[in-house]
């Protein structure tokens, strides 16, 4: 399938999506949710208990690569080594204010049904703990069960970047990388599914169209819904 758009004054052009997928892998945060306010909120709170005061703008370039480099990054940069503490009481914090602070995308459950409806494994594939991935998801009242695999962060040794997670969806649903998709709003996801060699959509949540220029996704889309027009 040829598709040729622009968005943001970035040009995609002449790009092919191989329709021959099989499985359809979403990444959570900044794709179902909107989680990013939340954890950098309890992430600060959290440090500030370390005795780090950090800005919410440091952690930005460690979006979507786990809580161990989104917190562990920051606290290096302010000369403390990164200790699993820290991510414990982020993730106590987190679960206590979750459930009024979180945003669901509007139309991800409906999504996630029409995208099982329509034949493809659906799995959910995210650097987060399973602890954040439980809370969120029950804020959004998506059962586990919704997909047919699910890796999270503290399953696999090398997080994003690395295309670990992705590639362990893959073996648990017996489908070959190439026929897997992965919709992702991090560039570090869109470097993973690369790794990965499978098939990538960058959602515009997380970064701009400009930031993924030189990772050439296949496909850039406003919003997570938005996949739907082509699957």
Do not use: W
Not at 50 to 71: C, H, Q, R, V
């Amino acid at each position: 399938m040829s598709i040729s758009l622009c968005i943001d004054g970035y040009n995609l052009n002449n790009y092919t999506l191989s329709m021959n997928i099989k499985a359809v892998i979403f990444d959570m945060d900044g794709v179902i949710v909107d989680s990013e306010k939340v954890i950098t909120k309890a992430c600060l709170l959290a440090l500030s208990e370390f005795g780090i005061k950090a800005l919410e703008s440091d952690f930005k370039p460690f979006t979507g690569m786990g809580e161990n480099a989104f917190i562990g990054g920051v606290a290096n940069k302010y000369g403390h080594p990164f200790d699993l503490a820290m991510k414990k009481r982020a993730y106590e914090i987190y679960v206590d204010i979750v459930e009024e602070e979180l945003i669901v995308y509007e139309g991800i459950s409906h999504l996630i049904s029409e995208v099982k409806n329509k034949g493809y494994k659906v799995c959910l594939a995210s650097s987060a703990d399973l602890i954040k991935v439980k809370a969120n998801l029950q804020v959004a009242s998506i059962p586990l069960n919704s997909f047919d695999a699910l890796v999270c962060g503290d399953m696999v040794k090398n997080k994003k970047p690395a295309p670990d997670i992705f590639l362990l969806v893959a073996n648990q649903v017996n489908i070959s990388p190439i026929n897997c998709l992965v919709i992702e709003d991090a560039l570090s996801g869109i470097k993973a599914a690369k790794a990965a060699n499978m098939k990538s959509v960058a959602v515009l949540t997380s970064f701009d169209a400009n930031s993924f220029a030189t990772l050439h996704p296949d496909f850039i889309v406003k919003n997570t819904i938005d996949i739907l027009e082509f699957l």
